[in-house]
């Protein structure tokens, strides 16, 4: 079969006679298991023949430069034609049959064997190559890749995730023309990173390059994960590039929400007070944490968390509190308490809110009220009488009467703070909206005799919504107890 190899140089030769060729088709297997790549080791065993009429004639054909001067000069002239890397062998049938060998390659060896180098010489050429022309081979510029996940579950059923990738290139010939390694083994790693990915799909799918017939998905595991981009945040790529090894690492991270591109945790206690077990305060604190499309977008991180708190999550938080009220407890509608802070840093919005709930009430809408009742019973009037130089002091002298027994009844109270903000136009209607608490103080009021109002003052703040009352009386009791009045022991000799 006519043998002919075309160097780097475009010079292309016959080479006569036609070498011995040793063709092997070797399958590099992957850690897989499947074919990573193939790589063919090509063997020229020829023969440099001297059959002139001297000790060194000057050819034995004229034909494709072997007209070189002697065995010497052949060799020279085959040193010279099989040169450098990147010429291309050729093997065809004599008769033009179709499928010739062609491909181009890398020289790994030149060698001539032990020989008086008169009449013969044999010789050995060694090559190798990555690919046959016009053939269904793969593509085999890598020589290794890899592909990794990592799916972490977390107990608020979102997930972080890992995408691992690894391809080593290798550096060969394609059509003739040297191959960019380094672009290559990019190439196959961007082609499957899920954010460079312009299917929408987390990949899994055959390409050009990797045909080791594995089709990955993460719909496929067992969490069921999608394979469309919906719900994936926080994207981060880190790379590594070994422009040696022609070698390029990629890693990215990302979290699979199924919520959306906001999550929250939050908890809910209740806190009794301590002189009062029909009050108490149900307060509910969390965190909305906001995701984005790369992890360096914090401003829209924040801006998802704060529309999903605001508009989604505070409304709520009454409903919510209800859940937790204690049996027969009363909640009020609005919060008592209330704390909203900004992480910028991280996209992260926490709250907490205060919700009083109570077991009935005096006063209608108060979250917190206190009754004071102070009596001042009957005391004996008597005169004290310093008299100068007694050693036993002042003289003392009973008046045979006593002083008029006082009540006073004192309210407070806070009520839940305004549905809507107070302006001048709403401030007159705001005041008297204050509690009346008539009802309460007539029951309190001396209940035997003639009394006394002294003092009836009246406080409310419409805007923080405190109000207070204080109510005194002096009473006559025309001889009837008062219920309720203190009774002091008294002195027997004074009756």
Known sequence: MPVRYTNNQGIQTALVPAPLITLNKVFIKGPTGFTDHVQYNITMTGTLLNIGTSLDSPSVTTDAGFS??????????????IFGDGGRLEITDPNGGPNPIDMYCFVESISFNPSVWVNICTYNVTLRSRKMEGTADPDNMLDSYNEGWQVNELEDQSYTITHTLSA?????YDGGVINDPLSIASGWVYSRMFTTSTSGILLGNSNAI?????NFNLADLVVQLPSTTNNFWNFVHTETIDPQNYTVNATESFVYNPFGNTKELWNASVQYEQNNLFRAVVNLTGEVIGYSDLLSDLN???????GQFFYNIEPNLYLRALNYAPSGFTASPLPTTKQVSFERPHGTLRYSYGFHVYNGSLIPNAIEENITINDIAPTDVFAQIPVPGRANGPVVQYMFTNTLPERS?????????NSSPVSSGSLLAAYLAKPNTDALIGILQPSAG????????????????LYGRSVNWTLQPNGSGVAGLPNAPRNPALI
């Open 409 to 417: 009844v004192s309210i407070s109270a806070t009520l839940v703070p």
């Open 300 to 306: 829209q991180r924040n801006l998802n968390a704060s």
């Open 168 to 172: 080593k290139a290798a550096l060969a």
């Open 450 to 465: 003639n009394f006394y109002v002294r003092q009836d003052h009246e406080e409310w703040n419409p805007l923080r919504r």
């Open 68 to 81: 070189q001067a002697g065995v010497m000069g052949q060799q020279a002239y085959v040193e010279n034609v």
């Open 210 to 214: 990797n045909q080791s017939g594995i």
